[in-house]
């Protein structure tokens, strides 16, 4: 599925994190099937987060950012204070639709 997707989207190709999403899809549907579905999370769904700047992952990383300095201020406050942020915990997760 994902040599197919790398010769489907040259552009795009491979990205780390697609092998999780392909794995599980393979895991629920015949080949095919998954095939398509991985166009559509790669080109419609996330189309910003496979590409080479990344841009989408970016931006869920700072609405999550956003998220837990107004929902969860200690957590934020003690995340600033290790020097941690957000997208360092969470890019690999959004990629892979953890």
């Known amino acids: ?6 010769y489907f989207n040259p552009t795009v ?41 990344m841009s989408g992952n970016h931006v869920d990383c700072c609405v999550l950012d956003t998220l837990l300095l107004e929902r969860l201020p200690a957590l934020h406050a003690k995340l600033q204070s290790l020097e941690v942020s957000a997208q360092l915990l969470t890019a690999r997760w959004f990629l892979c639709l953890w």
Do not use: K, R
Not at 1 to 6: F, G, I, P, S
Not at 33 to 39: E, N, P, Q, S, T
Not at 43 to 53: A, K, N, V
């Open 1 to 6: 599925v994902l040599c197919a997707y790398a």
């Open 13 to 53: 190709s491979y990205v780390q994190g697609m092998n999780f999403i392909a794995s599980g899809l393979l895991s629920a549907l015949p080949e095919e099937a998954a095939f398509w579905l991985l166009v559509l999370v790669v080109q419609y769904w996330l189309p910003d987060h496979f590409t080479e700047s």
